[in-house]
Structures are given as structure tokens and as C-alpha cells.
């Protein structure tokens, strides 16, 4: 296990963790903001893998295709949120569930009646194609970079909004205290569409990002879902800076797990047996770090509400 | 959710129906991530049901999701109350235990167009169960054989950590002579495989053997790709059918992959079956596609030679395997599994489609490892 290997491991799990960050943010945004779980999250970003799959075939052009990511899973979002999900702010988490998970569904075999059962092809472009030499010799592929630097920007982006601009203070204040901005003055029906949207696009441009590295196909949503509620439990429900370090602390954990658990193993296990039981075990190390999570805080490491 | 499709085959052609003489329960996966699988040997089977023009073979299609207690349902209600005589259509090993030994014990036939998990080839093999497509380790084993004559000495050996993920694994062990550089297990439904290709890159093997089958083949060619890494790459054909090359365009061209059929296999009902499925559905067939055209032929075989109330008779019929198969001649072991060549393929470009080439034989009339521990 040579030094390189270990820096390129910690590249992998800290890209994989930003990923996991942008599908967090709008997840936990959503659920701050109007006390919503939101199940479709992953069809959103299924969304906007496919718009961005189906825009680059048409144009080649991976930056159109990103735009219509974004701008795709913008709409869906708004348009269910005015839809279907308006109607739920005041039901119980269970209907809430029951309604998104049907959304789930509709979402999956909507794009199958669309686009074919077949994964779609999306691919890298070509200029950040290929590896390049980091200092120390450590080859790594340039386009994951990209990734970890968009990641990072949204990140400020997003800490830029909620933080600095009028609509963040308004998003802030909704999280709480609806009664009162509504009193206010403020349009809380289109504040909680935008917040739905903006959730809905930083999903699909997760989705078009890492698509061009996966599969686009039906389905693949939802495993990421899962993690993205692990990292927002983990963060605290509600807390965007929670998100960001519980997406990076899943993703490492998650990465790092899958490496060094065999290679522990291994320590006092016949070989074949030990690589399966440390896979194994690598592969609930995120739900193990998240039950620790919770003994030492239970509503997270940023979690505001007790 | 629940999707019931009602085929009845000829029922279009039809004035007065006649009372169909066997009925055949199929249990595939039509929606879902695994939806490609279970359309392609659905659109197989119907292809070859059509083509026989025969009205006394009903088809009952049902969506199993890929889920192993919706599966477990569907075969329950097709035995008790769809009563019929043979069922087919399971996509995945783990399904296929959840199902196949119950049916076959309550006297119905099952007949495997795809999975074809150890237990069933060996020990808990049955009278009733024919597998048309083969035994899980077998394009392993081959890719294991190819490896040997592609002078590979030192291989990177990785697969999902599942039944048949070990199965691959030990597969290729099987068969390859070479050292194992390092055995990695993935989690099953795995998207990212950098931190894998880093250990590949790390370890020092002259070749990487993969099974990822669907989506997991997919991400992991594309990260490949771009990770530098040129080691040569094997695996089973279950990452490069037809209906997933066109997703990992140029990442794919020029890998080698195993499998019992292509659509260049020459003889004249493949040539046939490679046209009348495009005619029919407009896109190539895969290798699952095959499968189901080869099982709805095995299936009529029988029927022409049998009547299915006398089960003996029947059997006895199923396994003469009196058909013409996509894979040229075609045969059952004692364990009612294919004893059949297993090709060498290469993924090529023609024209603006990804699709696969023969190169060589992996495996001459390959028969599987459990066949001696069945006793029947």
C-alpha cells in the first residue's frame, strides 16, 4: 500500500463526496425549509442525467448538455412541486413518503416510455478527457478534478445565497418561521417553488456530472438517494454546512472503507475469505459511522432542532 | 405498479380460438434497472413463438421487478390459479432460487432462458429444470481459457460481492492458469470504480478480469477508460450485449469478451433469427434474446413431439433438445444443462453501432463443474 495509492484513494472519496454533497444540499434544503422528505429526489437527478445524455447526442456539446441538466430538472422540480408536493406541507411525513415514492415510480417508467429501456450514452468531453500527472507522480484522471472543483463552487455558491442575498434571508427565515414571513409579506408559495427548483437543479446537474462517468439509465437514483439521507442525518437535517461535511465524511468513509477493511482483513484471514468479509463490512461502514453519529448527537453533527 | 401483460400468442390471427394446449407461466423483469434483460427474452421468445405459427402455446407474461418475493407470487398464482404446465422468463440467480425449486417439486417445468445458479446445476438439480442458456461459471471459465492463450499471467480479478459474483470469480480461477494478482469484491449495484482502478493501477497484474453485469459494466468501461490504465481487459459477455454497448461507446471497442453466442454465428437459423428480430423489433438482438428465441424453440420441440399431461414423455422430449438452435448443435448434459462452445468476442464498431465479433473459440463443447454431484 504505497503513499501514492493512499492520496489517490483520498481524491476518490473527496470527489465522491462532493457528488453526495450537491444530490445532500437540495435534499436538506427541502427538508429545512418546508419540512418535506422528498423521495423523488433521485428520479430529479435521473432527470437531469438523461436531459444532458440526450442534449450532448443531439449537439455534442457537453456544456449545452449540462445547461439543459440543470434547466430540466429545474422545471421538473418546480412543476411537481406546484403539482403534487404543495399539497403535502401539511400532511403527515408518512403521506409525504407514500406521494414521493409514487413519484418515483412515475418518474422511472416515464423516462423508460421515453427513452427506451437501454442506458444512454454520455461521455466525457474530449478536452477533459484522459489523466493528468499531479505533483508526486500520482496519475489521476483530469475530469475528476473538475468535479471536485464544480463541487466546491456550488458549495460557495450556495453558501453565497443562503448567507449573503435577500432570497437566502427569506429561506432562512422560512426554515423558522413560516407563519411569520408570511405575515411579512412574503410570497411563501413561490419561495417554496424556487427552493424546490433550485434542490431539483443542483440534483440534476449532480446527475449530468457523474453521468458522464456512470450509467444513464432507470434506477439510478435511488442508491444515491440512500446515501444522501444517510449524509444529511449524519450533517443535520436542515444544515447545508452539515450537508458539505457529512458528504465528505460519508464519501471517505465509504471509499477508504472499501480499500483498507480487506487489506485489514487480511491481517488474520485466508485471502478469498478475507476480501469478502471486508467488502462486506466496507459496505456498512457509512450506516456504522452514522449510528455513532447519532449516539454522540442525535440530531446530527449541525442539527439545530433537538 | 403491479404490470400484467396478457400475451396470448395468434390471438391476433385468430377467428375462433381454440383452447390451447400448453400453457407457459413467464416470470421476467420488465421494469427497473434490469428492464433490458427480461424485454430482450421476452422479445426472443414471442419472436419464435410467432414465427412457429402455432395457435396451442399461450404465453401468460408477468413483471417480476427484480424483486425475489414478487417472483415467489407471480409463481404461486401461475401454478394455483393461471394453471400452467411450464414456466420460464427468470433473469437473476437469486430470483431463480426463490422460484425454480418449489415449481419443479409441484410437478411443472421450469426452463432457465438466463440464470443458471450453481445449486440447481448440482446438487439440488431436478428432473423438471432445463437450463437452455448455461451454468453460471461457464463464459468465466472461458474467459479464465481465453486468458491462457492470450498469454495473460498475472490477472486483477473483481466482481460484485454476490452468489454469482463469487461464482465468476471462482470461474475464472477455474480455469485460468495464471497468478491472481488481487481479488477485489464490489458492492452489488456499485457506480464508481476509482477507487478500484486505483488498486489495478497499484497492483502490478498484466490483465483485469471483470463480471459487472448491466450499469456496473457500463460505469466501470467509461472510468477505465479515462483512468490511464491500459492493462488488456476480460469479462463475460453480461457487459457487452447489444442493448448496453451503444451507453459505453468508444470505451469498449477492441475488449475481449466471452459468450456462448453472437449474432455472426453462421448457420442458417441464426442468420434468420439475427433478421427476423430486427424486422420485428428494429434494434439487433443481444445474447438474452437469443436465449429466449432458443427456450420458445426448445419449448415447441417438445410440444410437436409430446403431449405435456404426460410428463414423462415430455421430459423425455425436452431433453432430446430436437432444435435448431442459434448456437448451431445444441445438447443436454445429465444435468439438464447446455454441454455447447463457448466464443472469444471483440467489440467492434460497424458503421455508427457497437456490437461484437467472434475472434476464437474460448471453450470446445463445454460442459459445467457440478455436473457429476447431480443425481437425478
Not at chain 1, 281 to 296: C, H, P
Not at chain 2, 329 to 350: C, L, M, S, W
Request: hydrophobic share 50%.
Amino acid at each position: 500500500m504505497s503513499a501514492i495509492l493512499i492520496v489517490e484513494q483520498v481524491l476518490n472519496g473527496l470527489q465522491f463526496g462532493i457528488m453526495l454533497f450537491l444530490m445532500a444540499a437540495g435534499l436538506t434544503l427541502i427538508f429545512g425549509v418546508m419540512g418535506l422528505i422528498n423521495l423523488a429526489h433521485g428520479s430529479l437527478y435521473m432527470v437531469g442525467a438523461f436531459a444532458a445524455a440526450w442534449v450532448a447526442g443531439a449537439t455534442g456539446s457537453f456544456l449545452l448538455a449540462l445547461a439543459a441538466a440543470l434547466a430540466a430538472a429545474a422545471a421538473a422540480g418546480a412543476l411537481v412541486e406546484m403539482l403534487v408536493i404543495r399539497r403535502l406541507y401539511k400532511a403527515a411525513h408518512l403521506d409525504q413518503v407514500l406521494a414521493t415514492f409514487a413519484l418515483i415510480l412515475i418518474f422511472s417508467e416515464g423516462t423508460r416510455y421515453v427513452f427506451g429501456s437501454f442506458p444512454l450514452f454520455l461521455d466525457i468531453p474530449d478536452c477533459l478527457s484522459g489523466p493528468v500527472t499531479l505533483p508526486g507522480g500520482i496519475q489521476y484522471p483530469l475530469y475528476r478534478l473538475v468535479l471536485i472543483g464544480a463541487g466546491i463552487l456550488v458549495a460557495l455558491g450556495l453558501w453565497w445565497l443562503t448567507t449573503r442575498t435577500r432570497v437566502g434571508i427569506q429561506i432562512r427565515a422560512g426554515e423558522n418561521d413560516r407563519e411569520m414571513i408570511a405575515a411579512l409579506g412574503i410570497n411563501i408559495t413561490r419561495l417554496y417553488t424556487l427552493v424546490f427548483a433550485i434542490g431539483a437543479a443542483l440534483a440534476g446537474l449532480a446527475g449530468a456530472l457523474v453521468g458522464a462517468i456512470q450509467s444513464v439509465q432507470v434506477g439510478m437514483g435511488e442508491p444515491v438517494l440512500i446515501l444522501a439521507f444517510v449524509v444529511i442525518v449524519i450533517g443535520g437535517i436542515g444544515s447545508i454546512r452539515g450537508a458539505f461535511i457529512g458528504a465528505l465524511l460519508v464519501g471517505l468513509t465509504d471509499t477508504l472503507g472499501g480499500i483498507f477493511l480487506p487489506e485489514l482483513f487480511k491481517l488474520f484471514m485466508e485471502g478469498g475469505a478475507a476480501t469478502q468479509t471486508g467488502s462486506a463490512l466496507a459496505a456498512m461502514a457509512v450506516y456504522i459511522l452514522m449510528g455513532f453519529v447519532l449516539i454522540w448527537r442525535p440530531s446530527g453533527l449541525f442539527g439545530s432542532r433537538a | 405498479m403491479k404490470k400484467a401483460v396478457l400475451a396470448t400468442a395468434m390471438a391476433a390471427l385468430m377467428a375462433t380460438p381454440a383452447a390451447a394446449e400448453v400453457k407457459v407461466g413467464m416470470i421476467t423483469t420488465l421494469s427497473g434497472g434490469g428492464a433490458g434483460l427480461g424485454i430482450d427474452v421476452r422479445d426472443g421468445f414471442m419472436l419464435a413463438i410467432k414465427q412457429s405459427g402455432r395457435d396451442d402455446i399461450e404465453v401468460v407474461i408477468e413483471d417480476d421487478q427484480r424483486k425475489p418475493d414478487i417472483a415467489v407470487q407471480l409463481a404461486d398464482k401461475m401454478v394455483q390459479s393461471e394453471k400452467v404446465d411450464v414456466l420460464t422468463g427468470i433473469i437473476w440467480s437469486n430470483l431463480a432460487m426463490a422460484v425454480v425449486p418449489s415449481v419443479t417439486a409441484q410437478g411443472k417445468f421450469y426452463l432457465s432462458p438466463n440464470a443458471g445458479p450453481s445449486p440447481l446445476a448440482g446438487k439440488g438439480c431436478h428432473q423438471n429444470y432445463f437450463n437452455v442458456a448455461w451454468q453460471n461459471d461457464n463464459l468465466h471459465e472461458a474467459a479464465g481459457a481465453y486468458a491462457n492463450t492470450a498469454g495473460y499471467g498475472n490477472s486483477f480479478i473483481l466482481a460484485p460481492n454476490y452468489p454469482a459474483g463469487t461464482d465468476a470469480l471462482t470461474g475464472y480461477k477455474r480455469t485460468f492458469e495464471g497468478n491472481v494478482a488481487s481479488e477485489v469484491y464490489t458492492q452489488l449495484g456499485q457506480t464508481d470504480y476509482a477507487a478500484e482502478i486505483a488498486q489495478i493501477r497499484a497492483s502490478g497484474a498484466d490483465s483485469v478480469f471483470f463480471f459487472l453485469p448491466g450499469g456496473m459494466g457500463i460505469s466501470f468501461l467509461k472510468q477505465y477508460a479515462d483512468s490511464g490504465v491500459d492493462l488488456p481487459v476480460v469479462g463475460p459477455a453480461f457487459s457487452f450485449d447489444q442493448g448496453i454497448l451503444q451507453a459505453v461507446g468508444d470505451a469498449a471497442l477492441g475488449v475481449v469478451n466471452t459468450s456462448q453466442w453472437n449474432k455472426d454465428i453462421d448457420n442458417p437459423v441464426n442468420a434468420a433469427f439475427v433478421e427476423g428480430f430486427q424486422a420485428e423489433y428494429g434494434r439487433l438482438p443481444s445474447l438474452y434474446a437469443s436465449q429466449g428465441f432458443d427456450t420458445a424453440n426448445l419449448l415447441i420441440s417438445a410440444v410437436e413431439a409430446a403431449d405435456v399431461s404426460d410428463a414423462d414423455a415430455f421430459r423425455e422430449a425436452l431433453r432430446a433438445a430436437d432444435f435448431d438452435s442459434t448456437r448451431g448443435d445444441f445438447a443436454f448434459g445429465p444435468n439438464h444443462h447446455p454441454i455447447q462452445t463457448i466464443y472469444a468476442r471483440e467489440v467492434v464498431k460497424e458503421g455508427d453501432v457497437f456490437t461484437n465479433k467472434i475472434i476464437g473459440t474460448a471453450l470446445e463443447n463445454h460442459s459445467d463443474a457440478y455436473a457429476a454431484e447431480c443425481k437425478m
